[in-house]
Protein backbone atom coordinates (compact mmCIF):
# COMPACT_ATOMS: atom_id res chain seq x y z
CA UNK A 1 0.00 0.00 0.00
CA UNK A 2 1.28 3.13 -0.89
CA UNK A 3 0.48 6.48 1.18
CA UNK A 4 -1.10 9.47 0.03
CA UNK A 5 1.07 12.48 0.59
CA UNK A 6 -0.61 16.19 -0.23
CA UNK A 7 1.91 19.20 -0.58
CA UNK A 8 -0.06 22.48 0.01
CA UNK A 9 2.40 24.93 -1.65
CA UNK A 10 4.42 22.56 -4.14
CA UNK A 11 5.20 25.39 -6.33
CA UNK A 12 7.51 27.05 -3.94
CA UNK A 13 11.16 26.54 -3.66
CA UNK A 14 10.91 23.48 -0.74
CA UNK A 15 7.46 22.42 -1.93
CA UNK A 16 8.52 21.79 -4.92
CA UNK A 17 12.03 20.41 -4.26
CA UNK A 18 9.62 17.64 -1.78
CA UNK A 19 7.39 16.74 -4.77
CA UNK A 20 10.05 16.36 -7.20
CA UNK A 21 12.24 14.30 -4.25
CA UNK A 22 8.82 11.90 -3.61
CA UNK A 23 7.51 11.60 -6.88
CA UNK A 24 9.54 8.88 -7.84
CA UNK A 25 9.18 6.95 -4.28
CA UNK A 26 6.91 3.46 -4.93
CA UNK A 27 6.04 3.82 -1.00
CA UNK A 28 4.12 7.15 -2.05
CA UNK A 29 1.69 8.37 -3.97
CA UNK A 30 1.32 12.33 -4.62
CA UNK A 31 -2.35 13.78 -4.30
CA UNK A 32 -2.39 16.82 -7.20
CA UNK A 33 -5.13 19.97 -6.33
CA UNK A 34 -6.58 20.96 -9.43
CA UNK A 35 -4.91 24.11 -11.08
CA UNK A 36 -8.44 26.08 -9.85
CA UNK A 37 -8.29 24.92 -6.35
CA UNK A 38 -4.58 25.68 -5.64
CA UNK A 39 -5.79 28.66 -3.42
CA UNK A 40 -9.32 27.68 -2.09
CA UNK A 41 -9.23 26.57 1.86
CA UNK A 42 -12.25 23.85 1.36
CA UNK A 43 -10.43 22.37 -1.84
CA UNK A 44 -7.06 22.13 0.15
CA UNK A 45 -8.84 21.26 3.54
CA UNK A 46 -10.05 18.24 1.70
CA UNK A 47 -6.70 16.84 0.51
CA UNK A 48 -4.90 17.35 4.24
CA UNK A 49 -7.82 15.53 5.30
CA UNK A 50 -7.93 12.54 2.29
CA UNK A 51 -3.97 12.21 2.83
CA UNK A 52 -1.51 10.29 5.18
CA UNK A 53 0.77 12.84 5.32
CA UNK A 54 0.56 16.84 3.91
CA UNK A 55 3.55 19.41 3.79
CA UNK A 56 2.52 22.75 4.58
CA UNK A 57 5.01 24.68 1.97
CA UNK A 58 3.07 28.05 2.50
CA UNK A 59 3.54 31.48 4.06
CA UNK A 60 3.23 31.62 7.58
CA UNK A 61 0.18 33.36 7.84
CA UNK A 62 -1.30 30.94 4.99
CA UNK A 63 0.23 27.90 7.01
CA UNK A 64 -1.53 29.13 10.41
CA UNK A 65 -4.56 29.34 8.53
CA UNK A 66 -4.84 25.90 7.27
CA UNK A 67 -3.65 24.18 10.27
CA UNK A 68 -6.48 25.43 12.43
CA UNK A 69 -9.03 24.31 9.97
CA UNK A 70 -7.49 20.99 9.67
CA UNK A 71 -8.98 18.21 12.22
CA UNK A 72 -6.27 17.25 14.82
CA UNK A 73 -6.15 13.61 13.47
CA UNK A 74 -4.68 14.95 9.75
CA UNK A 75 -0.98 14.97 10.53
CA UNK A 76 0.68 18.00 8.95
CA UNK A 77 4.59 18.46 8.46
CA UNK A 78 4.64 22.42 8.52
CA UNK A 79 8.01 24.13 6.83
CA UNK A 80 7.29 27.37 7.16
CA UNK A 81 7.97 29.70 10.60
CA UNK A 82 4.33 29.80 12.03
CA UNK A 83 4.71 26.82 14.55
CA UNK A 84 8.28 26.56 15.40
CA UNK A 85 8.03 27.52 19.04
CA UNK A 86 4.29 26.53 19.25
CA UNK A 87 3.93 24.03 22.36
CA UNK A 88 1.51 21.85 20.55
CA UNK A 89 3.54 21.05 17.86
CA UNK A 90 6.89 18.99 17.94
CA UNK A 91 9.82 19.84 16.56
CA UNK A 92 10.62 17.94 13.72
CA UNK A 93 14.61 17.69 14.32
CA UNK A 94 15.12 13.60 15.32
CA UNK A 95 18.88 14.61 16.96
CA UNK A 96 17.26 17.27 19.14
CA UNK A 97 17.48 14.74 22.31
CA UNK A 98 17.03 10.92 22.97
CA UNK A 99 13.03 11.09 22.88
CA UNK A 100 12.54 12.77 19.61
CA UNK A 101 12.03 10.79 17.55
CA UNK A 102 9.42 8.74 19.50
CA UNK A 103 7.43 12.25 19.98
CA UNK A 104 7.92 12.71 15.87
CA UNK A 105 6.75 9.39 15.37
CA UNK A 106 3.28 9.81 18.07
CA UNK A 107 2.85 13.40 16.45
CA UNK A 108 0.53 14.96 14.41
CA UNK A 109 2.09 18.55 14.08
CA UNK A 110 5.37 18.74 13.38
CA UNK A 111 6.79 22.07 12.56
CA UNK A 112 10.41 21.25 9.86
CA UNK A 113 13.17 23.39 11.88
CA UNK A 114 14.66 26.57 9.65
CA UNK A 115 18.08 26.20 7.61
CA UNK A 116 20.06 28.65 9.91
CA UNK A 117 18.10 27.04 13.45
CA UNK A 118 19.07 23.71 12.38
CA UNK A 119 23.33 24.19 12.33
CA UNK A 120 22.55 26.26 14.96
CA UNK A 121 21.01 24.31 17.35
CA UNK A 122 23.13 21.35 16.30
CA UNK A 123 26.29 23.01 17.25
CA UNK A 124 24.71 24.59 20.53
CA UNK A 125 22.79 22.65 22.29
CA UNK A 126 24.98 19.64 23.53
CA UNK A 127 27.01 22.55 24.97
CA UNK A 128 24.21 23.39 27.00
CA UNK A 129 22.71 20.23 27.57
CA UNK A 130 25.71 19.18 29.36
CA UNK A 131 26.60 21.78 31.19
CA UNK A 132 29.96 23.18 29.19
CA UNK A 133 28.37 26.25 28.37
CA UNK A 134 26.03 28.02 30.55
CA UNK A 135 23.03 29.37 29.58
CA UNK A 136 23.77 33.19 29.52
CA UNK A 137 27.09 32.60 27.41
CA UNK A 138 27.54 35.14 24.87
CA UNK A 139 27.04 33.03 22.24
CA UNK A 140 27.88 34.47 18.06
CA UNK A 141 26.66 32.72 14.51
CA UNK A 142 27.70 33.13 11.30
CA UNK A 143 25.76 31.33 8.80
CA UNK A 144 26.72 31.17 4.97
CA UNK A 145 24.34 30.20 2.68
CA UNK A 146 23.27 29.88 -1.08
CA UNK A 147 21.26 31.84 -2.45
CA UNK A 148 17.82 29.44 -2.61
CA UNK A 149 17.60 30.09 0.59
CA UNK A 150 15.73 33.20 -0.12
CA UNK A 151 12.72 32.13 -2.79
CA UNK A 152 11.74 32.17 -5.44
CA UNK A 153 11.80 35.88 -5.72
CA UNK A 154 15.19 35.95 -5.12
CA UNK A 155 16.62 33.07 -7.24
CA UNK A 156 15.22 35.24 -10.28
CA UNK A 157 17.33 38.02 -9.31
CA UNK A 158 20.08 36.21 -8.73
CA UNK A 159 20.25 34.01 -11.93
CA UNK A 160 18.70 37.21 -14.04
CA UNK A 161 21.25 38.17 -17.07
CA UNK A 162 20.71 41.54 -15.97
CA UNK A 163 20.92 41.37 -12.73
CA UNK A 164 22.22 44.40 -9.92
CA UNK A 165 26.50 44.28 -9.71
CA UNK A 166 25.85 43.51 -5.58
CA UNK A 167 24.66 40.28 -5.97
CA UNK A 168 28.09 39.41 -7.51
CA UNK A 169 29.54 40.09 -3.45
CA UNK A 170 28.49 38.26 -0.63
CA UNK A 171 25.67 40.53 1.48
CA UNK A 172 24.90 40.12 5.34
CA UNK A 173 21.69 40.83 5.84
CA UNK A 174 19.63 40.32 9.03
CA UNK A 175 21.15 43.42 10.40
CA UNK A 176 18.38 44.69 13.29
CA UNK A 177 19.45 41.36 14.79
CA UNK A 178 15.77 39.85 14.58
CA UNK A 179 16.06 37.67 12.33
CA UNK A 180 12.86 35.08 11.92
CA UNK A 181 14.59 31.94 12.95
CA UNK A 182 15.91 33.46 16.42
CA UNK A 183 13.13 32.15 18.45
CA UNK A 184 13.41 28.63 17.67
CA UNK A 185 17.09 28.86 17.69
CA UNK A 186 16.70 30.10 21.47
CA UNK A 187 14.04 27.95 22.29
CA UNK A 188 15.54 24.56 21.36
CA UNK A 189 18.98 24.99 22.58
CA UNK A 190 17.82 26.69 26.42
CA UNK A 191 19.88 29.38 25.82
CA UNK A 192 18.71 32.79 27.62
CA UNK A 193 19.98 35.40 25.06
CA UNK A 194 19.66 35.54 21.46
CA UNK A 195 22.99 34.96 19.67
CA UNK A 196 24.57 37.76 17.90
CA UNK A 197 23.43 36.46 14.37
CA UNK A 198 25.39 37.26 11.49
CA UNK A 199 23.39 35.83 8.29
CA UNK A 200 25.18 36.16 4.72
CA UNK A 201 23.89 35.18 1.46
CA UNK A 202 26.84 34.68 -1.36
CA UNK A 203 26.39 34.06 -5.26
CA UNK A 204 25.75 29.90 -5.23
CA UNK A 205 22.79 28.26 -5.53
CA UNK A 206 22.65 26.23 -2.32
CA UNK A 207 24.62 24.53 0.28
CA UNK A 208 25.42 26.12 4.44
CA UNK A 209 28.59 26.76 7.12
CA UNK A 210 27.27 27.97 10.50
CA UNK A 211 29.96 28.86 12.41
CA UNK A 212 29.79 29.17 16.15
CA UNK A 213 33.31 30.51 18.03
CA UNK A 214 33.91 29.66 21.51
CA UNK A 215 36.34 31.15 24.35
CA UNK A 216 37.05 28.41 26.50
CA UNK A 217 37.69 30.85 29.21
CA UNK A 218 34.06 31.71 29.25
CA UNK A 219 32.87 27.90 29.65
CA UNK A 220 30.84 26.75 32.69
CA UNK A 221 33.45 23.24 31.85
CA UNK A 222 37.33 23.60 31.34
CA UNK A 223 38.12 21.31 28.34
CA UNK A 224 40.68 20.43 26.05
CA UNK A 225 39.40 21.17 22.42
CA UNK A 226 40.27 17.17 21.68
CA UNK A 227 37.56 16.38 25.08
CA UNK A 228 35.63 18.58 23.50
CA UNK A 229 35.38 16.51 20.13
CA UNK A 230 34.80 13.34 21.81
CA UNK A 231 31.13 14.78 23.40
CA UNK A 232 30.36 15.75 20.15
CA UNK A 233 31.24 12.48 18.77
CA UNK A 234 29.92 10.59 21.72
CA UNK A 235 26.36 12.86 21.55
CA UNK A 236 25.85 12.13 17.72
CA UNK A 237 26.93 8.58 17.29
CA UNK A 238 23.80 7.25 16.13
CA UNK A 239 22.74 10.03 14.28
CA UNK A 240 22.54 8.49 10.41
CA UNK A 241 22.80 11.86 8.96
CA UNK A 242 25.64 13.79 11.19
CA UNK A 243 29.37 12.87 10.83
CA UNK A 244 31.38 14.64 13.61
CA UNK A 245 34.97 14.98 12.37
CA UNK A 246 38.04 14.81 14.09
CA UNK A 247 39.13 18.25 15.74
CA UNK A 248 41.63 20.13 14.06
CA UNK A 249 40.26 18.27 10.69
CA UNK A 250 39.77 20.35 7.77
CA UNK A 251 40.16 20.37 3.84
CA UNK A 252 43.55 20.32 2.65
CA UNK A 253 43.21 23.39 1.00
CA UNK A 254 42.31 25.43 4.43
CA UNK A 255 38.86 26.77 3.34
CA UNK A 256 35.85 25.60 4.74
CA UNK A 257 33.39 25.63 1.29
CA UNK A 258 29.65 26.00 2.32
CA UNK A 259 28.62 24.18 -0.82
CA UNK A 260 30.18 21.19 -0.71
CA UNK A 261 27.10 19.22 0.52
CA UNK A 262 25.09 20.43 -1.95
CA UNK A 263 22.13 18.28 -3.23
CA UNK A 264 22.77 15.70 0.31
CA UNK A 265 20.59 15.13 3.45
CA UNK A 266 23.68 15.17 5.91
CA UNK A 267 25.57 17.33 7.94
CA UNK A 268 29.38 17.33 8.96
CA UNK A 269 30.23 18.94 12.54
CA UNK A 270 33.70 20.10 12.36
CA UNK A 271 35.35 21.12 15.80
CA UNK A 272 38.97 23.26 14.65
CA UNK A 273 40.93 25.81 16.41
CA UNK A 274 43.21 25.66 20.33
CA UNK A 275 42.91 25.61 23.88
CA UNK A 276 41.48 29.53 23.90
CA UNK A 277 39.45 29.56 21.05
CA UNK A 278 37.60 26.97 19.47
CA UNK A 279 35.64 27.22 16.04
CA UNK A 280 32.60 24.98 15.75
CA UNK A 281 31.31 24.75 11.78
CA UNK A 282 28.01 22.49 10.78
CA UNK A 283 28.16 22.38 7.04
CA UNK A 284 24.92 20.85 5.27
CA UNK A 285 22.59 21.80 2.21
CA UNK A 286 20.26 24.29 3.14
CA UNK A 287 18.06 22.70 0.79
CA UNK A 288 18.91 19.26 2.24
CA UNK A 289 18.92 19.15 5.91
CA UNK A 290 18.02 22.65 6.57
CA UNK A 291 14.56 22.09 4.31
CA UNK A 292 13.03 19.30 2.26
CA UNK A 293 15.37 16.65 3.41
CA UNK A 294 14.81 17.45 7.24
CA UNK A 295 11.01 16.85 5.90
CA UNK A 296 11.10 14.01 4.57
CA UNK A 297 13.68 12.38 7.27
CA UNK A 298 10.55 13.25 9.74
CA UNK A 299 7.97 11.88 7.08
CA UNK A 300 9.85 9.02 6.76
CA UNK A 301 9.43 8.65 10.95
CA UNK A 302 5.81 9.35 11.36
CA UNK A 303 5.01 6.59 8.57
CA UNK A 304 7.42 3.97 10.40
CA UNK A 305 9.68 4.03 7.52
CA UNK A 306 12.93 3.35 7.45
CA UNK A 307 14.18 7.02 8.39
CA UNK A 308 16.92 7.62 5.61
CA UNK A 309 14.39 6.72 2.81
CA UNK A 310 15.39 8.62 -0.08
CA UNK A 311 17.90 10.57 1.42
CA UNK A 312 21.01 11.15 -0.06
CA UNK A 313 23.89 10.58 2.82
CA UNK A 314 27.00 12.33 2.46
CA UNK A 315 30.60 10.35 2.74
Given at each position: MAYKIFIDGQEGTTGLKIHNRLKSRADLTIQTIAEADRKEPEARLKMIQNADISFLCLPDAAAREIAALAGESSRILDTSTAHRTNQHWDYGMPELDKNQRTLIQKSNRIAVPGCHATGFISLVKPLIQYGIADAGYPFVCHSLTGYS????????????????????????????????????????????????????????????????????????????????????????????????????????????????????????????????????????????KGASGAAIQCMNIMLNLPETTGLVLHS
Open positions: GAGKNMIAQYESEGRNKELNSPRQYGLDQNHKHLPEMIAMTGIEYAPAFHPVIADYYCGMLITVPLHTRLLAKKMSPSILQQVFAEHYQDQPLITVKEFGEKPEDGFMAAGSLAETDGMEIYLCGHAEQITLMARYDNLG
